[in-house]
């Protein structure tokens, strides 16, 4: 009986095992940023599909591609441009077609295009992310795509309302947090100054980098040898260079740049506190869905000073993992830090709740999430 009841078991578990998920985003590694990290992450710790991912070229990819252990099929250049993202979705269409995936992943509304034209021509169920910036770039194409697909996988209750807006059915709209890697506990590195971090692209105002400047002098004050860390590069490292100047605040202030994920958390063993006061953008809607350099910062046990806005209020629980304040105030900013820079063991407290509450979210146990539910889909 019980050799009778394993048979079926076992041909049920080799059917799970190959199902085939084409993943199409213009966002991938080597790239570096949320979302590429997040398809990523996503794709290589799948154990129940098999992925294929359709994406952007970009320096180093060839050897990234190598080692990844699934396959990657790049088109155009790293850039947006129209012919690169007309090529991703041609691309993604012609596979599709001759190897008839089971499940489609969107990991990105620009591929929601392509996606939906497969599910007319082939009956393949559309899983869409969605993530909280693309409703102020492209508002009509959010639209489409949350409307459209079959599941769409909201990484917030911010970006889950964005989803309803968008019309969305409640039914369709599945809440998963993004994932983040959990080593063993990293170790504290003792330094002689306070030390601030942000880690973010200099490339979206709304990330507050602007605001931390403004709030550093009043911190300053308070803290004389606090310095304030910079990971992350972009177009607007010019600005921020201009306005760090302006406010003489040169020698306090360290713009790192664009670094590995090893020297990104060489600096956050070195923290004290993430500072990143995120705001929502012109109109309302966008900025950050959850925000995945929160919970880097969690791994550490930093705790973090936060916009209480938007996804941010589920990547930070107010007085217990950080804490969230109006993010166009630098003197609400400046209070918070030096609060927690002259209160060491409150600081630590909020660091370990952090680091409990963010081993909940390993990108194994995430990517089980988003798997159970491809699955599911493939099965109706």
Known sequence: MAAAQLQPLARSALTLALIRVLVLSPDFPPQRGGIETLVHRLAANWARCTPVVVTLRAPGSDDFDAGAGFAVRRVGSDKRRPRSVIQLNARAFGFAMRERPDVILSGHII??????????????????????????????????????????????????????????????????????????????VQTDRPTLITVATLKYRYKGHDVVVRALPLIRAAVPNVRWVVVGDGPLRPYLESLIAAHGLGEHVDLVGSVSDAERDAW???????????????????GEGYGIAFSEAAVHGIPVVAGDIAGARDAVDDGVTGILVDPERPLAVAEEVIRLLRDPKRAKQLGDAARSKVEQLSWPTVARQVEDLILRLAED
Not at 111 to 132: A, C, F, I, W
Not at 150 to 173: C, D, F, K, M, N
């Open 111 to 188: 591929t929601s295009p392509v996606s939906q034209l497969l599910r007319r021509l082939t009956g393949v169920p559309v899983v869409q992310y969605l993530y909280g910036l693309e409703a102020t770039a492209r508002p009509r194409l959010t639209k489409f795509a949350a409307s459209r697909a079959q599941a769409v996988i909201a990484i917030s209750r911010y970006t889950a309302r964005l989803a309803r807006e968008g019309g969305a059915s409640p039914s369709r709209i599945h809440l998963i947090h993004p994932g983040v890697d959990i080593p063993g506990r990293p170790a504290a």
């Open 268 to 286: 956050l063993s070195r923290a004290n506190l993430m500072v990143m006061p995120s705001r929502v953008p012109a109109g309302g809607v966008g």
